[in-house]
Nanobody
Framework: QVQLVESGGGLVQAGGSLRLSCAAS????????MGWFRQAPGKEREFVAA????????RYADSVRGRFTISRDNAKNTVYLQMNSLKSEDTAVYYC?????????????????WGQGTQVILSS
């Protein structure tokens, strides 16, 4: 069983940056495809970004492409989401997710393991 803990959220001004981290324990992440999702108040959880187990392939939602970057450090058992040029619509709880797979997954229902989430709030 893999446990995931997100960190790095907080209050940030529009146009600013944040880096979220997702630290894993219980299993090595090198066998897991990873994803970031977010859920804004009153909205469904949505896909943000995903990365394959080697870090060689990534996918992004259209709304964040060019602003967010997903990366991973398997030696540290950690996945990151660098968020730049933040907008008010990026306000949400951000979750990381993991699935033991060789591929990239963008559908939330395919992920087996989830963190508790970290809140990102944009101030005007």
């Amino acid at each position: 069983q893999v446990q995931l803990v997100e960190s790095g959220g907080g209050l940030v001004q529009a146009g600013g940056s944040l880096r979220l981290s997702c630290a894993a324990s219980g299993r090595t992440l090198s066998s897991y495809g990873m994803g970031w999702f977010r859920q804004a108040p009153g909205k469904e959880r949505e896909f943000v970004a995903a990365i394959d187990r080697s870090g060689g392939s990534t996918r992004y939602a259209d709304s964040v492409r060019g602003r967010f970057t997903i990366s991973r450090d398997n030696a540290k058992n950690t996945v990151y989401l660098q968020m730049n040029s933040l907008k008010s619509e990026d306000t949400a709880v951000y979750y990381c997710a993991a699935r033991r797979t060789m591929g990239i997954i963008t559908d939330s229902y395919l992920y087996d393991h989830w963190g508790q989430g970290t809140q990102v709030i944009l101030s005007s």
